[in-house]
């Protein structure tokens, strides 16, 4: 049973940063490829970040572009999205996704269908 556990969320003051964890278990992390979203009261799960099997490649939507980095340890079996300059607006439930289907790269890992284990979400509050 794959499990994904998220940690790092909080609640902190716009213009600072944080750093989230989700660390994998359950099947070989350096077979999965990997993706952070986000989701808003009242909105759409929105994709936030993916990083390749390889560590190489990350993908971010152009909107997110500048203060999100996603990077992994396949040694630690965790995935980090490290973002910067918190605004208000970033605040939302954050979930750690992976997938081992050959579409997670077609789609540059920003199709939610691609995914197949989600960790349960880490809240991200962040005042004014």
């Known amino acids: 049973q794959v499990q994904l556990v998220e940690s790092g969320g909080g609640l902190v003051q716009a213009g600072s940063f944080l750093r989230l964890s989700c660390v994998v278990s359950g099947r070989a992390f350096s077979d999965l490829g990997l993706g952070w979203w986000r989701q808003a009261p009242g909105k759409q799960r929105e994709f936030v970040a993916g990083?390749?099997?390889?560590?190489?490649?990350?993908y971010y939507p152009d909107s997110l572009k500048g203060r999100f980095t996603i990077s992994r340890d396949n040694a630690k079996n965790t995935v980090y999205l490290q973002i910067d300059s918190l605004k208000p607006e970033d605040t939302a439930v954050y979930y750690c996704?992976?997938?081992?289907?050959?579409?997670?790269?077609?789609?540059?890992?920003?199709?939610?269908?691609?995914?197949?284990?989600w960790g349960q979400g880490t809240q991200v509050t962040v005042s004014s």
């Open positions: 996704a992976a997938g081992v289907r050959h579409g997670l790269y077609y789609n540059s890992y920003s199709n939610r269908a691609d995914y197949d284990y």
């Open positions: 990083i390749g099997r390889s560590a190489g490649p990350k």
